[in-house]
């Protein structure tokens, strides 16, 4: 029984992470005190189809697997990561100067 529970917790968490990251995300490109203008449009037409793609695929899976939330979620930071790390290297943002190493975790 506590093993199940265990197993239960981590799927809840791995989607929880996932929908958490999807709301900061559409935050981060529509929130104009954010990046919204710092965004080029076509990284920020990137970034909107990548959400609305994972947020349709959490739609039609409400009970997917935990690999498959930390899967979707790991494929939608993939995308957005690197584009949110060169605006903020553009816009004098950690790692301005000599070439940072990427950080996934930015």
């Known amino acids: ?10 799927k809840i968490d791995a989607k929880n992470s ?3 990251y999807i709301y900061s ?3 981060t490109v529509e929130d104009k005190e954010k990046l919204a203008e710092k965004l080029a449009e076509e990284d920020k037409t990137t970034i909107q189809n990548a959400i609305k793609e994972h947020q349709e695929w ?11 939330y930390e899967t979707h979620l790991k494929d939608l930071q ?3 990561d690197p ?3 060169k ?4 816009s004098g943002g950690p790692g301005q100067g000599a070439e940072a190493p990427e950080d996934p975790d930015l």
Not at 2 to 8: S, W
Not at 58 to 68: K, V
């Open 58 to 68: 959490l739609s039609a899976n409400p009970e997917a697997e935990q690999e498959d």
């Open 25 to 27: 995300m559409k935050n």
């Open 83 to 85: 584009i949110i790390a």
């Open 18 to 20: 996932l929908e958490n």
């Open 1 to 10: 029984m506590k093993n199940m529970t265990k197993k239960v917790k981590a």
């Open 87 to 90: 605006v903020y290297k553009q």
């Open 78 to 80: 993939g995308i957005c």
